[in-house]
């Protein structure tokens, strides 16, 4: 599974792991999506994976 919301298309970000030493490692974000049948901007009721932010606004079908 690709984690792209496909409303907004938020992905994937990186940044760092930081130990209790002050050591950075780098590391990934992974957008929190899941996947709902909702109402596009066309007015189709369509399958895909959606973010969490996205899915407080979008129209469910």
């Keep these: ?3 792209v919301c496909s409303v907004c ?3 994937q970000t990186s940044g760092n792991n930081v130990s209790h030493s002050k050591r950075r ?3 990934t974000f992974k ?3 899941q996947k709902v049948n909702y109402v596009n901007a ?3 009721a369509v399958n895909g994976y959606v ?3 996205c899915l407080k606004t979008v129209e469910r079908a």
């Design 51 to 53: 973010c969490t932010r």
């Design 9 to 11: 298309g938020k992905g």
């Design 42 to 44: 066309e007015g189709k």
């Design 25 to 27: 490692t780098r590391r």
């Design 31 to 33: 957008a929190n999506v």
């Design 1 to 3: 599974m690709s984690r």
